[in-house]
């Protein structure tokens, strides 16, 4: 995998990451609730369940393009599919009210984290979305390993960034106010990357 490659796969992990949803409001909520060390921990616990669902993906996709590239193909074009369909989701999307009620897990902030991860099987749709655009049938162990941990890395980076700014720079009221501006800028980048995806699948 090139520097090149691994960027484009780093920097639609991070838009997804960075997407507003019940994961950020359960991460603002615990760090502002309780203290920046819950917020971090909570941080750390969404990114093993967000490792636990790229494993999953990398293993199930690597499966397939050994038994058939013409269906891995369809897998490949599917998720550009997706990755264009959730960004006009996120342009079109209205504004809707704070979702942060209806995830007060109580346990540990650890276990909150990677509660929110588990519970939505959208995120393991997502990321076949995602990894069928960079996996290939010589894929080593160290590769598959690499696009694991890119995921859940910057997964737990940017919820941690965001524990400290909110709780050391008052974040929290930025993001709400903005949270559906960010929404449809990360959906146009989200667009443009899958068109880009779509152009290179069809010309090779």
Not at 53 to 70: D, R
Not at 166 to 189: C, D, M, P, S, W
């Amino acid at each position: 995998m090139t520097f090149f490659i691994w960027s484009q796969l780093a920097l639609v992990c991070l838009l997804g990451a960075m997407s507003p949803g019940p994961s950020l409001a359960l991460i603002i909520r615990n760090s502002i609730n309780f203290s920046r060390l819950a917020g971090i921990f909570t941080s750390l616990g969404h990114g093993m369940g967000i490792g636990i669902y790229a494993t999953f993906a990398v293993i199930g996709l690597g499966f397939i393009i050994q038994k058939s590239e013409a269906i891995f193909f369809i897998i490949q074009v599917c998720g550009s599919l997706f990755l264009m369909l959730l960004g006009l989701l996120f342009v079109f999307t209205k504004k809707n009210a704070s979702e942060s009620s209806s995830y007060q897990i109580h346990s540990n902030s650890f276990a909150q984290g990677f509660a929110i991860a588990i519970i939505n099987p959208k995120i393991l749709i997502f990321f076949i979305a995602i990894y069928s655009q960079f996996i290939n049938a010589d894929a080593e162990l160290i590769e598959k390993t690499i696009l694991v941990s890119t995921s859940a890395i910057i997964d737990a980076i940017w919820y941690i960034f965001v524990s400290v700014l909110v709780t050391g720079y008052g974040l929290k009221e930025f993001l709400f106010n903005n949270r559906h501006v960010i929404q449809k800028i990360i959906g146009a980048l989200l667009i443009f990357i899958a068109l880009s995806l779509l152009y290179n699948l069809t010309n090779n």
